[in-house]
């Protein structure tokens, strides 16, 4: 029994980083928390984006805790993606990597399958850590149309910061 918990936790840090191809970097490490300046400003061009292309989404800031800073929903948008891009958002911060990774890495199938057992991981393309200083200070999630289209927008907001 006691060599079960050593194991558990070198198979789940295995199956974490599953998704990630061997050259990638590591991931960013945790800054300080977005400030709401700086959420207003990654909501702003991710809203021109999506206002630009006539997209009706739900546009969710959080914090690099997770913790909600802003949520935007433009008319229109079905209310279940006010959950969705929350989920994306919170994902990308809390794993430190975009869905899309996730999404990619289970459209391979076999063993990536597991990842599916990942708590909290939301597999879909349209959530990204947001990068300051080389710091995550938050996350971005956009849900409302495509996977392709919401990522589209996502990433505007990320461009904003840099």
Known sequence: MKRATPLSLVLGALLLFAAAPASAQAPPPY???????????????AEAEA???????????????????????????????????????????????????????????GANLRLLRLEGASPFEGGHPL????RIV????????TGPQDDQIARAGVGALK
Do not use: H, M
Request: a positive charge; aromatic letters at 6%.
């Open 131 to 134: 990068v300051l200083d080389g």
């Open 138 to 145: 938050g996350g971005i999630g956009v849900s409302g149309v």
């Open 51 to 109: 206002r630009k292309n006539n997209w009706n989404v739900v546009i969710t800031i959080v914090d690099s805790g997770g913790n909600l800073v802003l949520l935007q929903r433009l008319d229109s948008t079905q209310f279940g993606s006010i959950e969705v891009a929350r989920q994306k958002a919170w994902s990308a911060v809390a794993y430190r990597r975009p869905g899309k990774v996730w999404q990619d890495a289970l459209a391979q199938g």
């Open 31 to 45: 800054g300080p928390p977005i400030t709401l300046e700086q959420a207003k400003k990654a909501l702003a061009a």
